[in-house]
């Protein structure tokens, strides 16, 4: 199995540019996420779904957008980037939907730089 | 909504040593408290994880306590080794909430 699989690895972007960060999981996992993760804020919850047309808001879901059309995939958008959102963006999936008392898988992550 | 804090955020230890990471958490009805180890360039990976109706787990080096009363888990790494060498992460979550939060991190150092 791949597991998760984000792409790119790395983005460069100007301001006011937008951009699809991709992640798709093998596992038929219900529930995918994704984090930003800054230097000394940990990782910070952006948006999740917990299945296929469900998707939720998490702790900083301001300037993001998400869908999730498969259970495979979880994209997530950028419509106009700022300064303010370069940082490393993770994308994790769990099989179960709501019970959280399962581990979490992380992709590789994505460097996003935006200029 | 919960609130994690986690201590240090920076550690550096000689190999051999054992190393100590502390986290709290605010919500009481938080009853699962995994620990992540993020290595350079890669995502997190789940080394162990502890439920609110345990109070110790061990996996040969690294160990977690729970203490339900004063909601704090700590992390404990015995006879380090240069690879143990990361940044490691506490969380803690209640169940069905379907969403887990996360401490600051660690960067564990060390040093041969």
């Known amino acids: 199995n791949a597991g998760v699989t984000q792409t790119p690895k790395f983005q460069v972007l100007k301001t006011g540019q937008s951009m699809t960060l991709q992640c798709a999981q093998d596992m038929n996992h219900e529930y995918m996420s994704w984090y930003r993760q800054d230097p000394g804020m940990g990782l910070r919850l952006i948006h999740y779904?917990?299945?296929?047309?469900?998707?939720d808001q998490g702790e900083v879901p301001n300037g993001y957008n998400v869908s999730r059309s498969t259970t495979e995939d979880f994209p997530l958008r950028l419509l106009s980037a700022a300064p303010s959102q370069t940082s490393v963006y993770f994308c994790a999936s769990r099989k179960d939907r709501i019970e959280t008392n399962e581990k979490l898988f992380f992709g590789s992550g994505t460097q996003l730089s935006v200029l | 909504g919960e609130n994690v804090e986690q201590h240090p955020s920076t550690l550096s230890v000689q190999e051999g040593d054992s190393a100590v990471i502390k986290c709290t958490y605010s919500?009481?009805?938080?009853?699962?408290f995994p620990w992540y180890k993020q290595e350079l360039g890669k995502g997190p990976q789940l080394i162990i994880d502890?439920?609110?109706?345990?109070g110790e787990k061990k996996d040969q080096r690294i160990a977690v306590t729970l203490n339900k009363t004063a909601k704090h888990f700590s992390l404990h790494i015995t006879e380090t080794q240069p690879e143990d060498s990361a940044v490691y992460f506490c969380a803690a979550s209640i169940t069905n909430a379907g969403k887990s939060t996360f401490g600051d991190g660690t960067t564990l150092t060390v040093k041969p």
């Open positions: 779904s917990v299945g296929a047309g469900i998707t």
């Open positions: 919500d009481s009805a938080s009853n699962y």
């Open positions: 502890i439920r609110s109706n345990v």
